[in-house]
């Protein structure tokens, strides 16, 4: 299993070369620079600029800096649009905000997600099922800027009992983290009750019913880790998905993480946050990948790490 | 095995994500400013040279004091690190007198030696400031930025720590309200010296000015404290204030309707007609104009009977209030009102009969054989609104066809730039109060002229009025150059624009202005309830 992983962290090593190199090349090829703006300096001005920041060099010759630099010495340069920031600290004083926001929607989509699955799957396709079904239909095509608003417009407006927007206290991450968790909660809720479907027609549980188990209990002591397979592969890309599609609700509640970096430096020509943003996202989606592996390894030994 | 690494697992999870939140959560407990707002984004930077932009400038006023400050209301230049200032009577020579009773946060003297020191930092090319340009009318600054051979020296000395003499490359009587604009404010030193580029860090920068930067988190908000130290420290009513950097316009709304800022510019346009009648609007004429730019290198823009057909067929007054619907007013002239002394040239007034008259002059009669040309505009629901609008005036008065072109904001000043457009939609707002910052855009030289439109009178018009020193007939010029711009038509000026602002009632000192300028140093709150 070390030989895997360590194979599989050397792939990951080329992976990390070629969306560098791929998006430097990428980010260069727009038609607008950083230094664009509506009230453009002159010519030389723009010189100074492009010579302070290092762009004048040949695209090559810059990108043979930057990945030196970035690989030896760890510094992804400074912010082009934040100019007092550099790129490091701009990620590390944004990414526990959104590993935090992150973290509490993961805890909200697989409260709610396992849940409803079990409670679908315990009575299958009767009333219950159909609705917590249906409302999990609902919860996939709903896009979380939607449901940010309505939150906010019960749970700010209308009964006042969370701050609109902003970081800073635990009763400024719940609305966030359910609009953020809810989308991934019926993803899971779908997936769980389909593998519940599934183990719970296998002989093993028939026996734990003929003991005169409760359904509840065949479900939580004999069925829920084999349903849960399917639930943990996907949890992976859910992981990533809600690091990186944090930006809509990031910026519904003004929360300073990371999201909004992903879209915003690209509009703004902000080379190397941009560059420090890929680099990251590019990072964690992989490890969560060969965690998420990991993981399946574990909760079914039939499973081999290859 | 696996039984106990599940549970164990499932705690480790647990105390992860437990130990996260309790960390992330340390030092951010932040008590209600006395004053709060939404400065729209997070700022670009808080080094006075290096800022861009407007949201950067309601921050620098309230952490740096130039030589002078604006009046928050008329926008005159009052005294600010100067108490007072003399002019040669050529108008190339300012004088100015330094108060002796300023001081950095740090408890050093604020003198005239930061001020040289300043300026010829702002002016040195490895600076790199974008606005150094503004600093050109200065001698010699122009070719210090240009790094030109042999530059004379720079025209800003300390005769004393209290005087300081600048000398002008040409007059500009405009000199004392352009010197309270950020790039113009004095940075410490030895504070840089110091620290580098790392100066500008909360717990490092040394400022100057009413209120000192106790902590900033990247888009998130900047805290700002009074600092007792500042001369005027007794005129500064608020303690603390919060600048948040949200930049989601119905989140700031949101915030603003809850009570967690008290001011929130400009509201959702499209929301405008039901905020109107609440007492917190605000909206007030800027010194900022609407206006469409022609290609004039592109067919058929190169004729100007096309442009003025365009231009004389557009109701004005239908798109400021139909489509607008934000207060804007129609305008005729490219330069705005409200300049002390400077009276607008005008286009003729709306003549559609006009217009197609000269459209069959120019070939193309009842808009046939005229080809179909894009009108482009940055992508918002705004300029989208405003495009169609015109579009539609266009094609049922003069029977043009125009196809919309929308690109996002970068890609759309570049193929302003480029020249690879064919009409489009622009805006300009003035960064001080002289015709100069909207007439200078259109000379042959101008980086944002943009239009391919370049005419000598027009030049020479400008460069005698930018190195007239008598006041009147300074204006004078400009008004005749505004007079050749015009009459040529390069640009059809559309509405002069307007600031909007929701106040809460229970804010004093925020007065509407041409700039859209409010000095947090003279705002001051009046609450009767505590905020919630």
Not at chain 2, 242 to 250: E, P, R, S
């Amino acid at each position: 299993m070390i030989g895997t992983l360590l194979q599989r962290l050397a792939w990951l090593a080329v992976v990390m070369f070629g969306v560098i190199t791929v998006s430097f090349f990428l980010i260069r090829a727009a038609p607008y620079g950083p230094f664009d703006s509506d009230h453009p300096p002159p010519p030389a001005i723009q010189k100074n600029l492009l010579a302070a920041y290092d762009l004048d060099a040949p695209v090559i010759e810059q990108y043979g800096r930057y990945l030196k630099r970035a690989v030896f010495d760890f510094d992804l340069g400074p912010s082009l649009k934040y100019r007092d920031y550099t790129v490091t600290e701009i990620l590390s004083e944004g990414l526990p905000v959104s590993v935090t926001l992150g973290a509490c929607a993961l805890v909200v989509a697989l409260i709610i997600g396992l849940s409803a699955g079990a409670i679908a799957a315990m009575r299958p396709r009767s009333w219950i099922d159909t609705a917590v079904m249906s409302a999990a239909t609902l919860g996939i095509a709903l896009p979380n800027f939607v449901i940010a608003g309505v939150l906010i417009l019960i749970f700010v407006f209308h009964w006042q009992l969370f701050p609109v927007a902003g970081y800073g206290t635990l009763g400024h991450l719940v609305l966030p983290s359910i609009a953020l968790g809810l989308p991934f909660a019926a993803s899971i809720a779908r997936l769980f009750r389909a593998g519940l479907l599934e183990t719970l027609s296998e002989d093993h549980i028939r026996t734990a019913r003929s003991k005169g188990l409760s359904p509840l209990a065949v479900i939580v002591r004999h069925a829920a880790r084999q349903a849960m397979l399917p639930v943990v592969s996907f949890l992976g890309p859910a992981t990533a998905g809600i690091l990186s599609g944090s930006l809509v609700v990031e910026r519904v509640f003004a929360i300073s993480g990371i999201g909004s970096h992903f879209v915003e430096s690209a509009f703004n020509a902000d080379y190397n946050l941009a560059m420090g943003v890929i680099i990251l996202y590019t990072f964690l989606v992989s490890v969560l990948n060969l965690v998420v592996d990991v993981m399946y390894s574990l909760l079914d030994p039939r499973i081999e790490l290859s | 095995m696996a039984r106990d690494l599940r549970g164990w697992a499932a705690a480790a999870v647990v105390a992860v994500l437990a130990a996260l939140v309790i960390a992330s959560h340390q030092g951010t407990q932040w008590e209600r400013a006395d004053f709060a707002f939404c400065n729209q984004q997070e700022i670009s930077s808080l080094d006075p040279a290096i800022a861009t932009g407007v949201p950067e400038g309601r921050i620098l006023r309230a952490v740096f004091e130039g030589l002078t400050r604006r009046h928050p209301e008329t926008l005159e230049a009052l005294p600010g690190i100067a108490t007072s200032w003399t002019t040669s009577d050529d108008g190339l020579v300012y004088t100015f007198t330094l108060r002796d009773d300023s001081l950095w946060t740090n408890g050093d003297p604020v003198t005239a030696h930061d001020f040289e020191y300043s300026f010829l930092r702002l002016l040195t090319p490895t600076t790199a400031a974008a606005y150094a340009y503004l600093g050109w009318i200065i001698a010699g600054g122009r070719e210090l930025t240009e790094a030109q051979a042999n530059p004379p020296p720079l025209g800003v000395v300390a005769t004393s720590a209290h005087e300081l003499v600048i000398t002008l490359a040409q007059p500009a009587p405009y000199l004392p309200r352009l010197l309270s604009y950020y790039p113009f404010m004095p940075v410490h030193r030895g504070c840089l010296e110091e620290h580098g580029s790392t100066w500008v860090k909360a717990d490092r920068i040394v400022t100057n000015g009413p209120f000192k930067i106790v902590e900033r988190r990247v888009r998130d908000r900047i805290r700002l404290a009074k600092f007792e130290g500042y001369w005027g420290a007794d005129e500064v009513a608020l303690e603390t204030i919060d600048a948040f950097a949200a930049d989601g316009i119905t989140t700031q709304l949101n915030m603003f309707l809850t009570g967690q800022v008290d001011w929130m510019i400009r509201p959702p346009p499209n929301l405008f007609e039901e905020l109107r009648d609440r007492p917190e609007m605000r909206t007030s004429v800027q010194a900022g104009v609407t206006f469409l730019r022609f290609n004039t290198s592109r067919e058929p823009f190169g004729d100007p009977r096309v442009r003025r057909a365009l231009a004389l067929s557009l109701d004005r007054e239908g798109l400021a209030r139909d489509v607008m619907r934000g207060g804007e007013t129609a305008s005729r002239s490219f330069v705005p009102e409200g300049f002390a002394g400077y009276v607008p040239a005008e286009l003729a007034a709306r003549d559609v009969e006009r217009a197609r008259a000269l459209l069959a002059e120019a070939g193309y009669p009842g808009g046939e054989g005229l080809p179909m040309f894009e009108l482009l505009y940055p992508h918002n629901q705004i300029t989208r609104d405003f495009c169609q609008a015109v579009a539609d005036q266009w094609r049922t008065q003069l029977g043009i066809r125009i196809k919309l072109v929308n690109e996002t904001w970068k890609v759309y000043l570049d193929s302003q730039k480029q020249g690879l457009y064919d009409a489009s939609w622009s805006a300009w707002i003035a960064d001080y109060l002289d015709p100069s910052t909207f007439l200078d855009l259109f000379t042959s030289t101008s980086a944002n002229n943009r239009t391919k439109w370049a005419s000598a009178e027009y030049d020479t018009t400008i460069e005698r009025a930018g190195a007239e020193p008598d006041p009147a007939r300074r204006d004078a010029l400009y008004r005749q150059a505004e007079e050749l711009l015009l009459e040529a038509l390069p640009i059809a000026p559309i509405y002069q624009r307007v600031s909007s602002n929701l106040v809460g009632s229970h804010v004093r000192g925020f007065h509407d202005n041409l700039l859209d300028i409010h000095p947090l140093r003279d705002i001051a709150v009046e609450r009767t309830e505590p905020v919630r």
